[in-house]
């Protein structure tokens, strides 16, 4: 083989190379693009003591919780006596809930910019909520049916037992205001912030007193009218 010809075969081989490589490049770059769509972050059992129960949002039926199990939306938990589960979140959000307690979970993330959207409810007993410092436009709220609790980077804790829900923070602070029914009503009422050291406690009577009373301010408004 000439000098020549072997030039041309190498330059040809190195041109076939560089096109393989920039079409190998645009493939690469198009599988690592990142969705923008929220959807439901995944938050696993990370420990299970004692007895521990899930039930998904279309089932009635109550199946073992065990570690490594991964939560669906709105999925609920029942703690049994003497028992503990602990959740961590793909954000590293923990949340420990406590025996004698049931719980639902709701949460979806953005995965182009890490922000999600928690809500912890609390139908009865008592939970841990240690949740990462949250991003942008993130929320983390823990409900009751006598309160929401909205996180401002914090570790605390809620309880909620004969109608009476307790908060106590640890760390950072939180902003709690009565559930009340009334969209209206809940929109004036003014949130309070709960620091280091301090506890709050809402009377499930109480805020249903509250929706009575502004019913029947509203109802006398109409009156008049």
Known sequence: MSLKKGLLLFLAFTLIIVSCKKKEDTATS?????????????????????????????????????VGYILNLNDTIRVGEK?????????????TIKDQSEVSIKSVINPSNKEENTEVGISYGKTVVNPRKQEGESK??????????????????????NGR???????????????????????????????????????LEDVKELDQQTEMTSDAAKTEE
């Open 165 to 203: 829900t307790k908060v106590a923070v640890k760390e950072g602070k939180v902003a709690v205001k009565p559930l009340v029914q009334k969209e209206e009503v809940s929109q004036k009422l003014k949130e309070v912030d709960i620091m280091p050291g301090q506890k709050a406690e809402i009377n």
């Open 140 to 161: 983390f709220s823990v409900r009751t049916p006598a309160m929401v609790a909205g996180v401002r980077g914090t570790v605390f804790t809620v309880e909620y037992k």
């Open 83 to 95: 028992s503990r589960v602990v959740l961590q979140s793909e954000t590293n959000s923990v949340i």
């Open 30 to 66: 198009e599988t690592v693009e990142i969705s923008k769509e929220p959807r439901t972050q995944k938050i696993a059992v990370t420990f299970v003591l004692g007895k521990a129960a899930v039930k998904t949002e279309k089932s009635e039926v109550w199946a073992p919780v065990k």
